[in-house]
């Protein structure tokens, strides 16, 4: 069973949709949460830091539930930018971080 | 500031042969990893190093070692490729502090295959 687990989708919404994301995680003792874009053959690179009373950056809110050991990520106003793959992230204790499989959106003009 | 570098950006191998991975950061961190990245399976940790001096196994450690060369660099070596090793390998270091320095700074990656 893999630490951290996303639906993969794919997830094909119009302009201006509003699209959701779930993670789930198995590790009670997880530490930090985190949502990162990478682009087709690019690196990973961090969205945002997901906090424990939730946080919202421009069109993206991220949202922790640590009783259910569940994050999501809510695009509002898709952007065909926003085309990418979304990968949830868990910090365990030693510095160790596990990524989810990722979530593939694409935005459609 | 290049940020984290990695070496090669492309190789191919043939089954059996050995090669190292090379990865450097100019930002001062102290904890760097390897992942691998292959279709459908997300990133898995290979390798980490809390700080210089230290390593230890992540996920998928098998067929692979780790050298913590200094605190800028971190390398990964095959020593006897097989195709299951085939990925898109990438470096990447994080500051240890607070909370929102706790940032992974990934490599551009290394894709390598292994005939």
């Known amino acids: 069973r893999k630490e951290v687990e996303q639906d993969p989708g794919p997830f094909n919404v119009p302009e201006g949709a509003t699209v959701a994301f779930n993670c789930t995680y198995s590790?009670?003792?997880?530490?930090?949460f985190f949502w990162y874009r990478q682009d087709c053959r690019k690196e990973p690179k961090l969205l945002m830091s997901v906090y424990s009373s939730g946080n919202e950056d421009g069109r993206f809110t991220a949202q922790l539930n640590r009783a259910s050991q569940y994050i999501s990520l809510l695009i509002r106003d898709s952007k065909l930018s926003d085309s990418a793959t979304y990968l949830c992230?868990?910090?365990?204790?030693?510095?160790?971080?596990?990524f989810g499989t990722g979530t593939s959106l694409t935005v459609i003009p | 500031n290049a940020g984290v570098t990695q070496t090669p950006k492309f190789q191919v191998l043939k089954t059996g042969q050995s090669m190292t991975l090379q990865c450097a950061q100019d930002m001062n961190h102290n904890s760097m990893y390897w992942y691998r990245q292959d279709p459908g399976m997300g990133l898995r940790l290979i390798y980490y190093?809390?700080?210089?001096?230290?390593?230890d196994k992540g996920e998928v450690p098998n067929g692979y070692n780790v050298s913590r060369l200094n605190k800028r660099e971190f390398s990964l070596r095959l020593e006897s490729a097989a195709p299951s090793q085939t990925s898109v390998y990438f470096c990447?270091?994080?500051?240890?502090?607070?909370?929102?320095?706790?940032?992974?700074?990934f490599g551009a990656g290394s894709r390598l295959t292994v005939l």
């Open positions: 190093s809390a700080s210089e001096g230290t390593t």
């Open positions: 590790n009670s003792a997880s530490q930090s």
């Open positions: 992230v868990v910090r365990f204790t030693g510095n160790q971080f596990y």
């Open positions: 990447a270091s994080l500051l240890l502090g607070e909370f929102r320095a706790n940032v992974l700074t």
